[in-house]
């Protein structure tokens, strides 16, 4: 699997690719069960999305050459992901190989639980088969947290620190399953190379 979604237990992973599948299958009232062991999700690109009428932003770097290829005609049409659950997490490097895009999921509002979900995420970004691996940091359930939450939870996963020493290219992305805040930007890292 080139995309894997990892993240501690019930940071929100299945949520969030649920959502990314089937963007009104979750609402507030969705329970998932704990993953245990690895799903599989197929994830559709939405093909105009539904605030499509308003100016895009940039692509990300790296995007806006892509443009004059032939624009999104060449773009995959859906991707694959495997998800792995969180009590797997000593288990996750056995899923290293050929990794291209890697999906961490922590859930801002659960303060206790991002300090350990830094260490996970350290250890990720130091291992050396994920070097020139392209990383997704989802900062899940902001429908629950505060807007301060997100500088309290990079500041916990010392993620400035982290980026002057990582080499791999982090993209930080505030996210809900629930009220769909972040899908756009996360179909578009999905699908752009």
């Known amino acids: 699997m080139s995309c894997i979604c990892l993240g501690p237990k019930r940071s929100g992973k299945t949520h969030l690719l649920k959502a990314l599948q089937e963007p009104d299958s979750i609402d507030e009232t969705s329970y998932s ?22 100016p895009k932003p940039p692509p990300a770097d790296g995007a806006t050459q892509a443009h004059h290829h032939g624009g999104k005609k060449h773009l995959p049409k859906s991707i694959q992901i495997l998800e792995i659950g969180g009590s797997m997490a000593p288990l996750w490097r056995q899923y290293f190989e050929d990794v291209k895009k890697l999906i961490y999921v922590v859930d801002t509002s659960n ?13 990720i970004l130091t291992e050396p088969r994920l070097q ?8 899940a359930k902001m429908d629950y947290s505060y807007r301060q939450m997100r500088n309290e939870a990079l500041l916990m996963l010392q993620m400035s620190k982290l980026q002057k020493q990582i080499r791999q290219q982090v993209t930080i992305v505030e996210a809900s ?7 756009d930007p996360i179909y578009e890292w999905l699908q752009w190379p």
């Open 111 to 123: 303060l206790c639980q991002i300090s350990a979900a830094g260490v996970l995420f350290y250890s």
């Open 33 to 54: 069960m704990p993953t245990i062991g690895t799903g599989i999700y197929r994830i559709h690109f939405p093909t105009k999305s539904p605030n499509s009428d308003k």
């Open 132 to 139: 020139k691996v392209k990383i997704l940091l989802v900062l």
């Open 177 to 183: 399953a629930v009220t769909k805040v972040g899908l």
